[in-house]
């Protein structure tokens, strides 16, 4: 008796139902050639980030300052230009503007790995190169999320979306890691050199696709500005609502790069290896959920967006509480799940929501949002931690969340005809 049901448990059919389900976008030529760039290129970035932090360091003396002058040098050109780069994106030719956006940045990295290789690199080089990086970026990524639409149409962005949340953090986990091994062995030099040519990854990709299989919305022509985009979104509570939700939880909870070293040493004595093991697990749980949100299909209704959020609230909270560092290891998986679980349903019913010829902007919008909101909220929760301890960062940061997650859960009154996903 018990034979059928172990081939049943096995059956084959069901496996390849389930991971076709899972990669069904992958199913589009133009976005597996993107895909599959992105995987090398993102990889790279992940080399560089490491590599670039470790020379910092090198360079000053383990100068914290020095190492957030490059943050504020890289992350500044985003929130003072991603608006235009979204304008841009709806203007232009998203294949090509990416393109160019690729070859730029790759040219910063290789001048930049040709100064380190010949024994001419100073500091204030790292910080020209962090500006223009940041420069090209704010055009890049409201192009790059609104670009993925025209590759696989509405049906499949949802799927694609969560495709792309999954190997990009895969490469934050794979990434710093071969970092390390590379830099031990051949040092930063020729990593810089090879995130350099992982540009070309990319852009190879982009060159191999069949510009006919595109969906192109219609361009905005000369007179559409930012403020139209602006003007679009505030006229769309069921865009504004998840863009407010984006911003509270992006200012108080989505500040894991401060408070889990924090956690890691001054709670529980850790040392490196367990630090690490906290960072793995939610890097973990975030590669989970970016998996699980592969199944959805449509537009996630605004609740399955705020129950998202009061969930991740919740566990964040209770992680500040946990008693014992196993506990924080369990909680932390499943905070990270539940973390990238509402980034990718508030940005699906955000970029589904969205008229096509606004959308670069209105993704602009979110990127400004969800950017500009871990700087600020960085500084608010490291105070906060000052005055009461390493926890508060967790459980305040989760009992915001929360409570934004239940207000949005009752402000949003869904369509009758709605059919939430």
């Not at 108080?252 to 889990?260: A, C, V």
Request: proline share 4%; with cysteine.
């Amino acid at each position: 008796m018990g034979a059928p049901l172990a081939e049943e448990g096995r059956d084959p059919g069901r496996v390849r139902r389930v991971l076709g389900e899972a990669f069904r976008s992958l199913s589009v030529r133009n976005f597996r050639l993107f895909a599959a760039g992105q995987v090398v290129s993102v990889a790279g970035t992940w080399m560089m980030i490491v590599a670039q932090d470790w020379l910092v360091l090198s360079l000053t003396g383990d100068s914290a300052t020095a190492l957030g002058t490059v943050t504020a040098a890289q992350f500044t050109p985003m929130l003072l230009l991603t608006l235009y780069g979204g304008r841009l994106a709806d203007r232009y030719d998203k294949r090509r503007l990416l393109i160019v956006c690729n070859l730029v940045s790759g040219a910063y990295a290789f001048v930049l790995s040709l100064l380190l290789l010949a024994g001419a690199l100073e500091l204030w080089h790292i910080y020209v190169f962090a500006l223009c990086l940041g420069t090209v970026n704010a055009v890049e990524v409201p192009t790059r999320m609104s670009f993925v639409s025209e590759m696989v149409g509405s049906e499949l962005l949802p799927n694609a979306s969560a495709f792309s949340a999954a190997y990009f953090n895969i490469a934050r986990v794979a990434g710093p890691a071969v970092a390390g091994l590379l830099i031990a062995t051949i040092g930063t030099g020729p990593v810089m050199a090879l995130n350099a040519v992982s540009y070309l990854a990319t852009v190879a990709g982009l060159r191999m696709m069949r510009t006919s299989e595109l969906r192109r919305a219609a361009r905005v022509g000369d007179r559409g500005g930012v403020l139209d985009g602006l003007r679009h979104t505030r006229a769309r509570p069921d865009l504004t609502l998840p863009m407010a939700l984006v911003a509270v939880i992006g200012l108080f909870g989505l500040n894991f790069q401060l408070t889990l070293p924090l956690i890691a040493k001054t709670v529980f004595d850790a040392d490196a290896t367990s630090f690490g093991l906290l960072t793995t697990a939610f890097a973990a749980g975030s590669v989970l959920a970016a998996f699980a949100t592969t199944a959805r299909r449509g537009r996630p209704s605004g609740r399955t967006v705020s129950g998202a959020a009061f969930a991740f609230g919740l566990l964040e909270a209770a992680t500040g509480w946990a008693p014992t560092y196993p506990a924080v290891v369990v909680l932390l998986l499943m905070t990270g799940f539940t973390s990238i679980y509402f980034a990718q349903a508030a940005n699906h019913r955000i970029q589904l929501g969205s008229d096509p010829q606004y959308r670069g902007r209105v993704l602009a919008l979110y990127t400004l949002i969800l950017q500009g909101s871990t700087p600020l909220g960085a500084i608010l929760v490291g105070q906060l931690t000052e005055h009461l301890g390493a926890r508060s960062g967790l459980y305040v940061g989760g009992l915001v969340s929360l409570a934004a997650g239940a207000t949005a859960w009752l402000l949003d009154r869904p369509a009758p005809h709605a059919k939430p996903v």
